[in-house]
């Protein structure tokens, strides 16, 4: 009997011992390729096309971050970057929370009809085509609203801050109606501050998926002034890669040096997400809870 | 507004069996007296039909000849031609070949890379470390395809970082592009995704995993069963049903491969093997302006999508003693 214990205590321990070299390795896949991303960033260069370093850069520089900010360009897609993610986040969440509200009232005339209508979006979309030809006939071409105005709705927001509305006791409501006020005033001044967490989680997917989207651009905007920094970093590869290829054996110099633009935009570009991440964690997880509460 | 807006329509006396021409005056009634929180509602069905309906109904181009000159309506029909082409087109069949091959290796190796992650993370005793652990393992999720497409460029590049480690760990003598490589790009395009993927994977399942109650374990210690016993015995049961769930999702999103993926990372030298139906669709009708053959690609694909979905459906259901997931 003792015996039996003590071996299922090592057979334990080796289990424990495993699990935790191989979740270390894991990490190391991650972290590795991450932080030779930011290392190669500092370098030089000259060091960036000698290569040969993994961990610690040969040639500590910052000349590629000042060829990307000497570029004014980058400027601009940064602030459009921002702009973008700001309106869009506000708009996005205080769309879906009026229509949450309104749906989460039982009573409503219609309510079934609406909630059918919202699931359908959920699984048909007429895909790229369709949606392009209606984007142009609604001349959003080129105009910055078609950052905002298409990515307004989203059923799946709607039903998370429906469900979250439902929650907040009745009798509230009602008192304040019994004070007068109506629905727009309850909605305002007593549901949106209560529904706080709920609303900063969803502003918060909403937000990454506003910094990180690059297809809207992509598909419908060709005016440069308009691009984000995801654009922009876009061109940057591909037009290293058209040029290492032509180039093969050709100027090094000006590989490296596009080589080193690109690094140093991709990491202005993930900074403002990374800046924020550790603050943030928690929320992102709720809010995949929440998500999945609701399927 | 009058204070009788409070009083909610349900209370009323059913109405199933009164002339249509009565309802619709009950409604207008109603409606109106509710108005001020049907504004709210207002707007969000004005969107969806201009946003997502009109679209769905744009999907009858691809039974139309559409060329620039014409608006919607006025294309003429022509029947299934676009496609009939579509089933001659050996374009569409390459990329329908490599839909197919990066998403059945992201489905087999992918999906159950997460389940396993999570489970060693869930047996993981030390508090602060599972921390780390995880918080670390959600990072790559918030990268963009254009960031670790452009990460990936330089890690693969002759003097980057793959290249750098298998030199030294002498598994190769010369350094190569394996971008260029189209026979590589399945394996690419897979492991790419799982790497940026499979923590974020994790999140759903430890939640679950969390919920099992601790007395299960502390029987089966005492019956003498071993920890990977008592994960195949108690943790995974008990995580079934979300696994299913995860199956159907994954497996009717088979065909969408990833756009923004295959995007940055297909160059000239490996397209054979990238190009995949979306990139596909986005090339014939966006670059090359073919609308109405584009649309019926998606549509094709939409129309797979939704069969595969309740398959899998089905299938799940019947391993979940008939109970559906969904």
């Not at chain 1, 990454?208 to 308009?226: E, P, R, S």
């Not at chain 2, 691809?62 to 299934?80: C, E, Q």
């Not at chain 2, 992650?117 to 599972?130: Q, S, T, V």
């Amino acid at each position: 009997m003792n015996r039996k214990v003590v071996k299922e205590d090592i057979d334990s321990r080796i289990f424990d011992a495993v699990n935790m070299v191989l979740l270390i390795i894991f990490m190391v896949i991650i972290l590795v390729p991450l932080w030779n991303v930011i290392i190669s960033s500092l370098s030089s260069g000259k060091a960036l096309a000698e290569g040969g370093f993994i961990f610690w850069s040969k040639e500590f520089s910052l000349e590629n971050y000042r060829a990307v900010f000497n570029d004014s360009s980058i400027g601009q897609s940064f602030l459009v970057s921002i702009s973008k993610t700001f309106v869009g986040v506000f708009t996005h969440v205080f769309f879906c929370a009026m229509i949450g509200y309104g749906l989460s009232k039982r009573y409503i005339r219609g309510r079934k009809l609406y909630v059918a209508m919202g699931v359908i979006t959920m699984f048909f979309s007429g895909g790229m085509i369709p949606t392009y030809l209606l984007i142009k006939s609604l001349g959003l071409l080129n105009s910055f609203w078609v950052y905002i105005i298409p990515a307004l709705f989203s059923y799946y927001d709607v039903v998370i801050l429906m469900n979250f509305f439902r929650n907040v006791p009745d009798s509230l409501e009602e008192s304040a109606k019994i004070d007068g006020a109506g629905d727009w005033h309850i909605f305002l001044k007593i549901f949106i501050p209560l529904s706080m967490p709920a609303m900063a989680t969803i502003a918060l997917f909403n937000g990454v998926g506003q910094w990180n989207d690059f297809m809207t651009t992509k598909l419908y905007i060709t005016n440069q002034a308009l691009y984000p920094l995801q654009m922009k970093l876009y061109e940057i590869i591909v037009q290293s890669q058209t040029q290492s290829m032509q180039n093969i054996g050709g100027s090094a110099v000006i590989e490296t040096t596009t080589k080193g633009v690109q690094l140093a935009t991709i990491v202005i570009t993930t900074l403002p997400i990374v800046a924020m991440y550790p603050v943030l964690q928690r929320y992102f997880i709720s809010g995949m809870m929440m998500g999945a509460v609701k399927e | 507004m009058n204070k009788t807006a409070v009083v909610p329509a349900t209370s009323m006396p059913p109405n199933a069996k009164k002339p249509m021409g009565q309802r619709i005056k009950e409604f207008v009634i109603d409606y109106k007296r509710q108005w001020e929180i049907q504004s709210m509602i207002l707007p969000g069905i004005i969107f969806m039909i201009i946003f997502c309906y009109i679209p769905i109904y744009g999907l009858t181009i691809a039974f139309k000849n559409y060329t620039v000159i014409d608006t919607l309506s006025t294309a003429p029909w022509v029947g299934l031609d676009n496609f009939k082409i579509i089933l001659s087109d050996e374009y569409f069949w390459d990329a329908v070949v490599n839909t197919l091959g990066i998403s059945f290796l992201k489905l087999g190796i992918g999906f159950v890379i997460p389940i396993i992650l999570a489970i060693m993370i869930y047996e993981l005793n030390m508090g602060r470390f599972k921390k780390f652990v995880q918080t670390i393992s959600y990072l790559p999720h918030f990268l963009s395809w254009i960031v670790l497409g452009g990460m990936l460029i330089t890690w693969f590049s002759t003097s980057g970082l793959f290249n750098e480690l298998l030199l030294n760990l002498g598994l190769i003598s010369k350094p190569s592009n394996i971008l260029l490589d189209s026979g590589k790009y399945w394996w690419i395009a897979t492991l790419s995704d799982i790497w940026k993927e499979a923590g974020w994977g994790t999140i759903l399942y430890l939640a679950i995993m969390s919920k099992i109650d601790p007395t299960y374990y502390e029987a089966a210690k005492i019956d003498g069963a071993s920890r990977l016993r008592q994960i195949w015995n108690i943790t995974l049961p008990n995580m079934k049903s979300i696994i299913s769930l995860n199956l159907i999702l994954t497996v009717s999103g088979l065909l969408g491969s990833n756009l923004d993926q295959t995007l940055v990372l297909m160059n000239s030298q490996n397209r054979a093997r990238a190009e995949v139906i979306n990139s596909y669709v986005y090339r014939m009708g966006m670059t090359q302006g073919d609308f109405s053959y584009a649309t019926a690609v998606g549509l094709g694909v939409s129309i797979v999508s939704v069969i595969l979905l309740v398959t899998a459906n089905k299938i799940t259901s019947k391993l979940n003693d008939n109970q559906s997931v969904l």
